[in-house]
C-alpha cells in the first residue's frame, strides 16, 4: 500500500495573518499554493487542491507559465460540506480520488495544509518511509517531540476511512484529534528544521518560517 494521490488544503480563513496563506508570497516570487503546486508535480501523482472556491483555480493559472499542463495535472475540488472545516475537505478529496480511480479506493492521500514550508516530495519520502515499515495503520502524522504537538494536517489518511468520515462528519463534528482517536495512528516525527516551517498563523510566523526555510533550502544544496 502507498500514498496515491496529494491533497492541498488551502480553504483556510488565515484571520491572522491578515490574507489567505495560499497567496503568501515566497522570496523566489512565487505564492505558497504555487510553491506547494509544483513540489507535488515531482511526484507525479494526482494532485488536489480544496479552496473552497476561492481563488486557485485563477491563481495557479495565472501563475504557471505551462497553464494546459497545470489544469491537466490539478483538480479543484469542493468540501464535502461547505466550510467543514479540514475533514471536509478531507473526505471531498477522497471522493473525488474514487470516481476518478472508478474502482474500490486503496493507499492513502498526503494531505497537506496550506501553512506549512515543507515540501511536498520531501514529506512524501518520510511518510512512504513509514508506511512501508509501520503497516496498516490507519493514519500517519508528524509530530513534534519538543513541543508535544501533533500535526494531523500533515499526514497520510487511508482512502477506507471514507464511510467513517463521512459519518463523523453528519454528526456535526468537526475536531481532526477526535476523530483519530479511535484509530490506529502512527506518528512520524518531526525534524527539529522542520519546526517553524511546519505552522505559521501570523506574519511574523511566516517570517521565522522563511528564514529556517532558507537555510534548510541551503543544506539540500550542499
Request: glycine fraction near 4%.
Amino acid at each position: 500500500m502507498t500514498i496515491a494521490a496529494i491533497l492541498i488544503i488551502a480553504g483556510g480563513h488565515s484571520r491572522r495573518m491578515g490574507q489567505p496563506k495560499a497567496l503568501l508570497t515566497l522570496p523566489s516570487g512565487k505564492t505558497l499554493l504555487s510553491h506547494h503546486v509544483d513540489c507535488a508535480k515531482r511526484l507525479n501523482l494526482p494532485i488536489l487542491v480544496g479552496d473552497n472556491d476561492k481563488f486557485a483555480h485563477a491563481l495557479i493559472r495565472e501563475n504557471d507559465k505551462n497553464c494546459d499542463d497545470c489544469a491537466n495535472n490539478v483538480a479543484f475540488i469542493k468540501d464535502y460540506i461547505k466550510d467543514a472545516g479540514a475533514l471536509s475537505c478531507l473526505l471531498g478529496a477522497m471522493n473525488h480520488y474514487a470516481q476518478l480511480s472508478k474502482q474500490v479506493p486503496d493507499g492513502y492521500i498526503l494531505a497537506v495544509s496550506c501553512d506549512s514550508l515543507i515540501d511536498i516530495d520531501k514529506l512524501y519520502v518520510r511518510f512512504e518511509r513509514a508506511i512501508c515499515s509501520q503497516t496498516n495503520q490507519d493514519v500517519y502524522y508528524l509530530f513534534d517531540t519538543i513541543a508535544d504537538k501533533d500535526y494531523p494536517l500533515l499526514g497520510a489518511y487511508r482512502l477506507s476511512l471514507m464511510s467513517e468520515l463521512q459519518a463523523y462528519l453528519a454528526q456535526g463534528e468537526r475536531a481532526v484529534m477526535k476523530f483519530l482517536k479511535d484509530k490506529r495512528c502512527q506518528k512520524i516525527l518531526m525534524p527539529k528544521a522542520w519546526v517553524s516551517c511546519a505552522n505559521f498563523n501570523t506574519p511574523q510566523e511566516f517570517a521565522q518560517a522563511l528564514q529556517d526555510f532558507a537555510l534548510i533550502e541551503q543544506d539540500n544544496q550542499k
